[in-house]
């Protein structure tokens, strides 16, 4: 039997990531606009509360499970930015390539180009949920000038990862998963949710 689940974000990529993970698993994923559902605001300082603000929005309006992430990244010589606020860091509109352009203008005077993506994942069972099951991963890697490879989103073309070689535009969509923050978030996830169930049964 399949689950519906409504992912709170209409992010493709992450649609696709996600996707092919909880697909795997039993789960249909939904996009929020699928249901009409407008993006949250996420005003906060901390990855979860924002993550937790949009799951219990796209629940409240669904009536279904919801799962959300926040994800961003975390540059070690410029304290830890753009982190929360990776997506518009270049302003509105929201804009990668403008947005790439500004990390890298920022970082030039900085000899350490060292970085990490992090992701956190809410899942909700339902707009008041009093448990969120929450689980998070980090990726390190180096940011680099020169864009290099035409997958993923974001900041992927100049996010380089030395124990491969590549930079994270160059997986393909299922080696990104396996070493992403969000494929790392997901699976722990997704035990958190076997744990969960099993404790429920039992
Ligand atoms: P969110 O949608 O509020 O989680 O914003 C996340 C932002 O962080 C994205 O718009 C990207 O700029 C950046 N980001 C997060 N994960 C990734 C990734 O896997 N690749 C590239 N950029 C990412």
Redesign the pocket.
């Known amino acids: 039997m399949t689950q519906r689940l409504v992912l709170a974000?209409n992010?493709a990529?992450?649609l696709r990531?996600f996707g092919q993970i909880l697909g795997a698993l039993g789960f249909e994923l939904h996009a929020q606009d699928e249901f009409g559902v407008p993006e949250a605001e996420?005003p906060f300082a901390t990855?979860v509360e924002?993550?937790l603000t949009?799951a219990r929005h796209a629940a409240r309006l669904t009536g279904l499970p919801a799962l959300a992430?926040?994800?961003?990244?975390c540059v070690d010589a410029l304290g830890g930015a753009?982190g929360?606020w990776?997506?518009?860091?270049a302003g509105e509109p929201?804009s990668?390539a403008a947005?790439s352009a500004r990390l890298i203008a920022d970082l030039a005077a900085h000899a350490d180009k060292s970085a990490y993506?992090?992701?956190v994942l809410v899942y909700v069972r339902h707009a008041d949920d009093p448990q969120p099951v929450i689980a998070d991963g980090v990726?390190a890697g180096e940011i680099i000038e020169a864009a290099r490879g035409e997958h993923?989103?974001?900041?992927?073309p100049h996010?380089w990862l030395p124990a491969l070689g590549k930079t994270?535009?160059e997986l393909s969509p299922l080696e990104?998963n396996t070493h992403?923050?969000?494929g790392q978030a997901l699976r722990a996830l997704v035990a958190k949710l076997e744990n969960t169930l099993k404790t429920t049964l039992t």
């Open positions: 974000s992010n990529g992450k990531e996420e990855f924002n993550a949009k992430d926040d994800s961003g990244v753009p929360v990776s997506a518009r860091y929201k990668d947005n993506y992090y992701c990726w993923g989103f974001g900041y992927d996010f994270a535009a990104k992403s923050h969000r």
